[in-house]
C-alpha cells in the first residue's frame, strides 16, 4: 500500500473514532450519565481471596449507591450445612485502613474447635470490603466522591439486607454484631453508635478514635477534599465522641468492648472516648489493655478469638455452656 493510502486510510479510521466518541459523549449528556470516577483511595471493591479458608464463601452484592459489585467472605460453621432449617447470628468484621474483605482473617482451627465442643454457638462470620480509606463514612453531597465513596449507606442498606436475604441469618439486633480493628475499630464503634438498633454487641481493637478533623486535614489531606469538600465541620458530625453525645439516649443499653495495647499512640485517645461514656452515662465494660501490645499484631493476639466469645453472649441464643472463658 501507498503511503498515500496509508494516510487515506489512517484519516478515514480516526474519522469514524471522533464520530463514536461524539456519539458516546453525547449519549451520555442526553441519558444524564456521568463520567465514571475512581475512589480516590485506590479502593478495589472485589478482592477474591487466595486460597480461600475452608467454610469460607467469597461472594459479591450490587451496591445500587456506588454502581458497584462489592466482595465480602462469609465463613459457614459446619452446622449451617447440616441443619437446613437452622438460622444463626451474624458478626459483621470491619477492616483496617489499607485493607479489603481478604487481608484479617482469624485462626479457622480455633474458631471450628469453640464451636465444635460446644464453647462457641455456631454462627456466620462477614468479612465486609469498606474501601481503602472511607473511615467507614459516606462522601458528602457535592464532594468528588459522593456516590463513588458511599462506605455507611453501602454497609448499613445494602450489605446487611443482602446477607439476610440470602443466608439463613437470625435478621435482627439479637443476631447481629459488629467488630474491627484500628480504622475498622472506629468504623464498627461509629456504626454501632449511630444505628445501635440494629446491634447486638460492639467489640473494638486498637480503634483509631483519634482522627478528628484537625488530625485528618494534616495527616491525609487527600481525604478532606476528595470526601468532605475540606469541611471540618463537616467531618465532625461523622465522629465517634459526636455520634456518642447525639445518641446517647438510644447507644445506652448497648454492650461496649474496647482492647488496645500499653504501647498504642491511640491509648489517650480510647481513654478520653471512654471518658466521653462515662460523662454521658454510656455504660461499657472497662477498657481492656494488652501490656507491651502497639498498634500491631500482638494487640490482635492478644485478643485471639475473645471478641467471638463476647459477641455470643449477647446473641439472641445467650450464652452457650462451659464457654470457657
Same mark, same amino acid.
Given at each position: 500500500?501507498?503511503?498515500?493510502?496509508?494516510?487515506?486510510?489512517?484519516?478515514?479510521?480516526?474519522?469514524?473514532?471522533?464520530?463514536?466518541?461524539? @456519539?458516546?459523549?453525547?449519549?451520555?449528556?442526553?441519558?444524564?450519565?456521568?463520567?465514571?470516577?475512581?475512589?480516590?483511595?485506590?479502593?478495589?471493591?472485589?478482592?477474591?481471596?487466595?486460597?480461600?479458608?475452608?467454610?469460607?464463601?467469597?461472594?459479591?452484592?450490587?451496591?445500587?449507591?456506588?454502581?458497584?459489585?462489592?466482595?465480602?467472605?462469609?465463613?459457614?460453621?459446619?452446622?449451617?450445612?447440616?441443619?437446613?432449617?437452622?438460622?444463626?447470628?451474624?458478626?459483621?468484621?470491619?477492616?483496617?485502613?489499607?485493607?479489603?474483605?481478604?487481608?484479617? @482473617?482469624?485462626?479457622?482451627?480455633?474458631?471450628?474447635?469453640?464451636?465444635?465442643?460446644?464453647?462457641?454457638?455456631?454462627?456466620?462470620?462477614?468479612?465486609?470490603?469498606?474501601?481503602?480509606?472511607?473511615?467507614?463514612?459516606?462522601?458528602?453531597?457535592?464532594?468528588?466522591?459522593?456516590?463513588?465513596?458511599?462506605?455507611?449507606?453501602?454497609?448499613?442498606?445494602?450489605?446487611?439486607?443482602?446477607?439476610?436475604?440470602?443466608?439463613?441469618?437470625?435478621?435482627?439486633?439479637?443476631?447481629?454484631?459488629?467488630?474491627?480493628?484500628?480504622?475498622?475499630?472506629?468504623?464498627?464503634?461509629?456504626?454501632?453508635?449511630?444505628?445501635? %438498633?440494629?446491634?447486638?454487641?460492639?467489640?473494638?481493637?486498637?480503634?483509631?478514635?483519634?482522627?478528628?478533623?484537625?488530625?485528618?486535614?494534616?495527616?491525609?489531606?487527600?481525604?478532606?477534599?476528595?470526601?468532605?469538600?475540606?469541611?471540618?465541620?463537616?467531618?465532625?458530625?461523622?465522629?465517634?465522641?459526636?455520634?456518642?453525645?447525639?445518641?446517647?439516649?438510644?447507644?445506652?443499653?448497648?454492650? &461496649?468492648?474496647?482492647? &488496645?495495647?500499653?504501647?498504642?499512640?491511640?491509648?489517650?485517645?480510647? %481513654?478520653?472516648? @471512654?471518658?466521653?461514656?462515662?460523662?454521658?452515662? &454510656?455504660?461499657?465494660?472497662?477498657?481492656?489493655?494488652?501490656?507491651?501490645?502497639?498498634?500491631?499484631?500482638?494487640?490482635?493476639?492478644?485478643?485471639?478469638?475473645?471478641?467471638?466469645?463476647?459477641?455470643?453472649?449477647? @446473641?439472641?441464643?445467650?450464652?452457650?455452656?462451659?464457654?470457657?472463658?
Amino acid at each position: 500500500m501507498t503511503g498515500k493510502g496509508r494516510s487515506g486510510r489512517f484519516a478515514t479510521i480516526t474519522i469514524l473514532i471522533g464520530i463514536l466518541l461524539a @456519539f458516546v459523549f453525547a449519549a451520555r449528556k442526553h441519558l444524564g450519565l456521568r463520567a465514571i470516577v475512581l475512589p480516590y483511595d485506590g479502593t478495589v471493591w472485589n478482592n477474591p481471596p487466595s486460597p480461600v479458608p475452608q467454610r469460607v464463601t467469597h461472594g459479591t452484592y450490587h451496591s445500587a449507591v456506588m454502581n458497584v459489585d462489592i466482595g465480602y467472605n462469609i465463613y459457614l460453621p459446619p452446622q449451617y450445612g447440616a441443619n437446613p432449617t437452622q438460622s444463626f447470628p451474624v458478626i459483621y468484621y470491619c477492616h483496617a485502613n489499607g485493607g479489603n474483605e481478604s487481608g484479617e @482473617f482469624w485462626n479457622f482451627a480455633d474458631l471450628d474447635s469453640a464451636i465444635s465442643s460446644g464453647q462457641l454457638p455456631p454462627m456466620l462470620i462477614v468479612w465486609l470490603n469498606a474501601g481503602r480509606n472511607s473511615k467507614y463514612m459516606d462522601a458528602v453531597l457535592g464532594s468528588p466522591m459522593y456516590g463513588v465513596v458511599m462506605a455507611e449507606t453501602t454497609i448499613i442498606h445494602e450489605l446487611i439486607p443482602h446477607i439476610d436475604a440470602t443466608y439463613r441469618t437470625i435478621a435482627s439486633k439479637e443476631g447481629r454484631a459488629i467488630q474491627g480493628g484500628s480504622m475498622g475499630g472506629m468504623g464498627s464503634l461509629r456504626l454501632a453508635f449511630k444505628y445501635p %438498633q440494629l446491634f447486638s454487641s460492639v467489640f473494638a481493637i486498637a480503634p483509631a478514635v483519634d482522627d478528628n478533623a484537625s488530625n485528618v486535614m494534616e495527616n491525609e489531606p487527600d481525604l478532606m477534599p476528595a470526601m468532605f469538600n475540606s469541611d471540618p465541620n463537616l467531618w465532625e458530625q461523622n465522629t465517634v465522641f459526636t455520634l456518642a453525645n447525639n445518641n446517647a439516649a438510644n447507644i445506652r443499653g448497648l454492650p &461496649i468492648h474496647i482492647v &488496645i495495647g500499653s504501647l498504642d499512640g491511640l491509648l489517650l485517645y480510647n %481513654q478520653d472516648l @471512654f471518658a466521653t461514656l462515662d460523662r454521658l452515662g &454510656i455504660p461499657h465494660d472497662p477498657l481492656e489493655i494488652i501490656v507491651g501490645a502497639g498498634h500491631d499484631q500482638r494487640v490482635y493476639n492478644g485478643v485471639g478469638i475473645e471478641n467471638l466469645y463476647f459477641a455470643a453472649k449477647y @446473641f439472641v441464643s445467650g450464652p452457650p455452656n462451659n464457654r470457657g472463658r
